[in-house]
């Protein structure tokens, strides 16, 4: 292993490759449309979606406009993928959408009615999703509105409705009672709208049976090697390692208090070693105490995370300054960090946009 000058960010386009094709195996007939917002999962949305196209994916999504301008850029004219927009058709961002080729999956009925308004005065209907709202209480139509549009020829002559999605809150928990509550809300608002696609299941819904994926599944990250949340799946592979060296092992007397604050303190004579990284790229400061390294082929306490430097328990010595330090990785799995640090996978891994040193190994 070559030790990294300071912290360093590894994307393993490979494994980003295999995950993608647990993903089509888990869903069966379902299509897998990957989600690439946030940068990718703060790992490079370019890099993850141009190789996630020679897999054979062909539908994207982003949360932002901003997103998918620049995932249409990253793709470029020889990969001509469908991507949509989950915040949908927001004021005044209609002519960017149309210029990227952006579809919004409206979110409101506001939004649904502002379609509606430009596909008349455009007189060609507008290509929408269709956000509805089945029981997580963030975003979508609720059904009684979506009913409303669908008995509604006055606006529904002005869109093209092509993908009806909803997403489920409780999907981590399989026995979740909302999950079946919102399974069958949305069974409901799809017969609606039965000449659309119809796409519900996020990472961890894939995992929840054949009933929640229907014609399109929309997994991110789980094809980034998290989750799904409290349940990891065994054959997904890291795809992000965060590693850098230590800069020193020093010894810690017994009783003695390290870093700020009282909370860290040497139960006996211990050997602690200084980590070059910190909460400045990513790693979450809640994960003290509680997460772990990987170092000299074994896990280490995370004792201390400070904005720089990251303090871990170097036992009985055998380190030394210079050693490359797995802060997350095939050996450090992203689901344990986000536990320690009282969070979720997506969160850890966004953070890595922090990291300007990054390679790509596997290629695009
Ligand atoms: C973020 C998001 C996803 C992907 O969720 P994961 O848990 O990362 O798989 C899918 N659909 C919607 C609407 C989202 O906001």
């Given amino acids: 292993m070559s030790f990294p000058a300071a912290v360093r960010l590894t994307v393993d386009l490979d494994a980003l490759a295999w995950n993608f094709a647990v993903l089509r195996q888990a869903a069966g007939a379902a299509e897998v449309a990957p989600v690439v917002k946030a940068d990718g999962y703060g790992l490079g949305a370019g890099p993850v979606a141009r190789r996630l196209w020679r897999e054979g994916a062909r539908s994207f999504f982003v949360a932002r406009l901003d997103e998918g301008e620049a995932l249409r850029a990253a793709l470029g004219p020889e ?9 949908g058709l927001t004021p005044g961002c209609a002519d960017r959408l149309a210029a990227a080729r952006l579809a919004p999956a409206l979110m409101s009925l506001a939004q649904a009615h502002r379609a509606a308004d430009l596909g008349a005065a455009s007189g060609r209907p507008l290509s929408v999703g269709l956000h509805v709202d089945t029981g997580m209480n963030r975003q979508g139509l609720d059904p009684a509105e979506a009913a409303a549009l669908a008995a509604s020829p ?3 002559r002005h869109l093209d409705v092509n993908l009806v999605m909803s997403h489920l809150g409780g999907a981590a928990v399989p026995d979740d009672p909302r999950n079946a509550r919102q399974l069958e809300a949305f069974r409901a608002v799809r017969a609606l709208f039965p000449q659309a696609r119809a796409s519900f299941a996020a990472s961890a819904g894939v995992f929840l049976g054949e009933a929640y994926r229907f014609d399109q599944v929309r997994p991110g990250v789980s094809l980034y090697g998290g ?14 390692t965060l590693e850098a060296p230590l800069l020193d092992v020093r010894r810690v007397a017994a009783g003695e208090t390290i870093g700020y604050g009282p909370s860290a303190r040497a139960e006996r004579d211990m050997m602690l070693g200084i980590v070059a990284a910190g909460y400045a790229d990513g790693i979450i400061r809640a994960a003290a105490g509680r997460g772990y390294a990987w170092a000299g082929g074994s896990r280490r306490r995370l004792v201390i995370v400070t904005m720089n430097m990251i303090g871990i328990d170097a036992g009985d010595g055998g380190l030394a300054a210079g050693d490359a330090v797995e802060l997350l990785g095939a050996n450090v799995a992203v689901d344990d960090l986000a536990t320690a640090a009282g969070s979720v996978a997506h969160e850890c891994l966004t953070r890595l946009s922090a990291v300007g040193d990054r390679r790509y190994l596997g290629g695009e």
């Fill in 227 to 240: 989750g799904p949340q409290e349940r990891p799946d065994p054959r997904l592979r890291a795809v992000a």
């Fill in 154 to 156: 006055q606006h529904l």
């Fill in 79 to 87: 990969r001509p993928a469908d991507i949509t927009v989950l915040d």
